[in-house]
Nanobody
């Protein structure tokens, strides 16, 4: 069982930056593919970015060049650095951990981009 706790959401103006953090429990964190997903009102949850234990990353086209995912396997954390934020980035952001058939989710953190 893996518990995920997100932090760092909030209200930011268009063009601003935020950093989301996710702290994970468990001793085999490095084996999990970690990811960030988001869900806007009335829309399905969608991929933002993922990172493997070895550091390989994957991004949704809509965030490429603006968002950066990183992880610290020694601290069991995964971060999402978000720059040049747009109103369409407004959503609840969820941390995810996958390993084989195991799939764990955090409770989500709200990000609102508005002037």
């Amino acid at each position: 069982q893996v518990q995920l706790v997100e932090s760092g959401g909030g209200l930011v103006q268009p063009g601003g930056s935020l950093r989301l953090s996710c702290a994970a429990s468990g001793s085999i964190f490095r084996l999990y593919v970690m990811g960030w997903y988001r869900q806007a009102p009335g829309k399905q949850r969608s991929l933002v970015a993922t990172i493997t234990g070895g550091g390989s990353t994957n991004y949704a086209d809509s965030v490429k060049g603006r968002f950066t995912i990183s992880r610290d396997n020694a601290k069991n954390t995964v971060d999402l650095r978000m720059n040049s934020l747009k109103p369409e980035d407004t959503a609840v952001y969820y941390c995810n951990a996958k390993l084989g058939r195991q799939d764990f989710w955090g409770q989500g953190t709200q990000v609102t981009v508005s002037s």
